[in-house]
């Protein structure tokens, strides 16, 4: 089946920080999902980016599919930022299921 | 709008008993899914729907039976818990039509099997 890598597997941010997670696809997809879990368990959908770039407030999405990657910016990260980021890949004919990475930690400082 | 509702929120087992975890969603949405999520792991999935009336395995199926009894539920059924079956289990919908492919998660359900 598809692999799916994230990197960095842990961060640690000082409030007000940019960064950039990173997740590469072993194969070609037509469904890229982004989450948030947060320190409470909640899972949210941030983006659906099967190709292209997205933004939505401070966080901001580029997927290249031809080159199996995609890129999460956080900017002027907050202490609500803090959390586990997944991200999801879906093959065509997968019938929209999701294949995850294991996430990237994220700890946002004061 | 509730969106995705699972029940119960902790449960803990004896080794060999069986439960029901229940799921029900509220957006019309045609898919549905069971993710468990264990330490390290991330999510994998147990067993999805893709519409009414279909149910197929995922990654992880072995232990697990599922029914999805009608659009908005979907079921997932331990027969004969084992501790290896400790973990949060996740229950997830999304619409395949229309571009609107994301996914809804409930708020998880904690199991223990002891």
């Known amino acids: 089946g598809i692999q799916v890598e994230q990197s960095p597997p842990d961060l640690i941010l000082q409030e007000g920080a940019n960064s950039t997670l990173r997740c590469n696809f072993s194969d070609s997809v037509n469904n890229l999902q982004w989450f948030h879990q947060n320190p409470w368990g909640q899972l949210i959908n941030l983006f659906y980016i099967p190709s292209g770039t997205k933004q939505n407030g401070r966080l901001s999405a580029t997927t290249v599919a031809t080159e199996r990657y995609s890129l999460l910016y956080i900017s002027s990260s907050q202490t609500t930022d803090s959390g586990v980021y997944f991200c999801a890949v879906g093959v065509t004919g997968g019938g929209n299921k999701l294949t995850f990475g294991t996430g990237t930690q994220l700890k946002v400082e004061l | 709008n509730a969106g995705v509702t699972q029940t119960p929120k902790f449960q803990v087992l004896k080794t060999g008993q069986s439960m029901t975890l229940q799921c029900a969603q509220d957006?019309?949405?045609?898919?549905m899914y069971w993710y468990r999520q264990d330490p390290g792991m991330g999510l994998r999935l147990i067993y999805y729907?893709?519409?009414?009336?279909?149910?197929d395995k995922g990654e992880v199926p072995n232990g697990y039976n599922v029914s999805r009894l009608n659009k908005r539920e979907f079921s997932l059924r331990l027969e004969s818990a084992a501790p290896s079956q400790t973990s949060v289990y996740f229950c997830?919908?999304?619409?395949?039509?229309?571009?609107?492919?994301?996914?809804?998660f409930g708020s998880g359900t904690r199991l223990t099997v002891v």
């Open positions: 729907s893709a519409s009414e009336g279909t149910t």
């Open positions: 957006m019309n949405h045609n898919s």
């Open positions: 997830a919908s999304s619409q395949q039509t229309g571009g609107h492919y994301g996914y809804t």
